[in-house]
C-alpha cells in the first residue's frame, strides 16, 4: 500500500498543473460562414475533435503542437501552436475545394460532401465528446499520465474511440464509391449486371488514398487495366 501511495504521489508531483486548451471558430472564406463537421487532428496526441453546429471548436495542445482541420468541401488547413500558457481563441479560415468541369465553374457540396456533412451533423455529439490523448513527456513530468492511466482502467473511451474508427471508415467507403462509381464500370468496361460489377469491385478494390488523390484519367485508367486482368483470368 505504502509503495502504491508513493507512485501517485510521484504522478501527482511530476504532473503539470493544466492542460493548454485551444478554442475557437472554422470560418468559410468565401461566404464568411461557419463551419460545421470540421475534423480537428492534433498530430502529435492523436487528439481528434469536430467543430460543433455553429463552428465552434476546442481542443487540448501544447506549445508547437501542429492542428490539422479538415473538411471534404474544402482545402487543409495547417496550424502550429504558438501560445504559452492557458486558453487561447483562434479562429480558422479554410478555402472552399472548386470543382472544374469541361466549360462550366461549381462552387459547392457534391452529394457525397453533403452527405458526408448530415451525418457528422447528426452524431455530433460522439464525434465531439472529449477523448483522453496519449501522455505526453515533458522533463521530468508527464502531461496526461494520470487521466491516461484511469481511462485505461475504466475503458470509458473504448467505445467512443470504436464508434469514430468505425465512422471514419464507413465515410472513407463512400468516398471512394463516389468515385469508383456503377455508372462508370458500365461505361468503361460494358458490364451491366450488378452482381458481376460488385464482384469486379471486390475483386479490384480502390484505396482511399488514390481516391482522394487522382485526376478523373487516373480514375479511369485504373478501372480500365482492372478490366484487362479481369478478362485475362476469364480466358
Same mark, same amino acid.
Given at each position: ?13 511530476? @504532473? /503539470? $498543473? ?6 475557437? +471558430?472554422?470560418?468559410?472564406?468565401? *461566404?464568411?460562414?461557419?463551419? &460545421? ?37 474544402? @482545402? /487543409? $488547413? ?6 504559452? +500558457?492557458?486558453?487561447?481563441?483562434? *479562429?480558422?479560415?479554410?478555402? &472552399? ?139
Amino acid at each position: 500500500m505504502p509503495r502504491l501511495l508513493y507512485l501517485l504521489l510521484l504522478l501527482l508531483l511530476t @504532473q /503539470p $498543473v493544466a492542460a493548454q486548451v485551444m478554442e475557437g +471558430m472554422v470560418i468559410d472564406r468565401e *461566404s464568411n460562414n461557419f463551419i &460545421p463537421g470540421v475534423a480537428i487532428l492534433n498530430k502529435h496526441s492523436g487528439a481528434v475533435v469536430f467543430s460543433n453546429t455553429n463552428g465552434g471548436y476546442y481542443i487540448a495542445a501544447e506549445d508547437g503542437d501542429t492542428l490539422i482541420f479538415r473538411h471534404t468541401a474544402y @482545402q /487543409p $488547413v495547417y496550424e502550429v501552436m504558438t501560445f504559452t +500558457m492557458g486558453r487561447k481563441f483562434k *479562429s480558422v479560415v479554410m478555402q &472552399p475545394i472548386i470543382f472544374k468541369l469541361k466549360e462550366a465553374t461549381i462552387k459547392g457540396r457534391t452529394k457525397y460532401q453533403q452527405d458526408s456533412l448530415e451525418l457528422h451533423q447528426q452524431f455530433e455529439h460522439e464525434l465531439n465528446k472529449t477523448l483522453v490523448p496519449k501522455p505526453k513527456s515533458l522533463g521530468l513530468g508527464c502531461v496526461g499520465c494520470i487521466g491516461w492511466l484511469a481511462d485505461k482502467i475504466t475503458g470509458n473511451s473504448k467505445k467512443p474511440k470504436a464508434f469514430r474508427k468505425s465512422f471514419a471508415s464507413e465515410d472513407e467507403s463512400k468516398f471512394i464509391d463516389s468515385r469508383y462509381t456503377i455508372e462508370l464500370v458500365t461505361t468503361l468496361t460494358g458490364i451491366r449486371d450488378s452482381d458481376s460489377i460488385a464482384v469486379f469491385k471486390y475483386t479490384y478494390p480502390m484505396e482511399y488514398d488514390f481516391a482522394r488523390n487522382a485526376t478523373d484519367l487516373e480514375i479511369k485508367a485504373f478501372i480500365r487495366n482492372s478490366y484487362k486482368q479481369y478478362m485475362r483470368k476469364k480466358d
